[in-house]
């Protein structure tokens, strides 16, 4: 059975099935050729999972309380 496709993966599915590889390889259980296919799953599901908080970062980041206490947006400054 092939694996589901990182990019229409949510970010809580890739995190448990990168947690998931993790474990396998941790407990030296598989061969190495098993081994080396699951390490770079892992890598992808790790990019991929960086990339999503990133960019939840930057949406969070846009979000300000103004001075009367409402809360409005602002445009992400990428020059910090």
């Known amino acids: 059975m092939q694996p589901p496709d990182i990019i229409t993966m949510s970010f809580e599915e890739a995190l448990r099935e990168l947690e998931t590889l993790v474990r396998r390889l941790e ?3 598989i061969g190495l050729e098993e081994a080396i296919v ?33 809360i409005a947006t602002k445009p992400v400054d990428f020059g910090e």
């Open 27 to 29: 407990e030296g259980k």
């Open 38 to 70: 699951a390490y770079e799953r892992g890598a992808a599901l790790r990019a991929y999972c960086e990339k999503k908080l990133k960019d939840a970062r930057l949406r969070v980041d846009q979000i300000v309380m103004k001075p009367d206490g409402s």
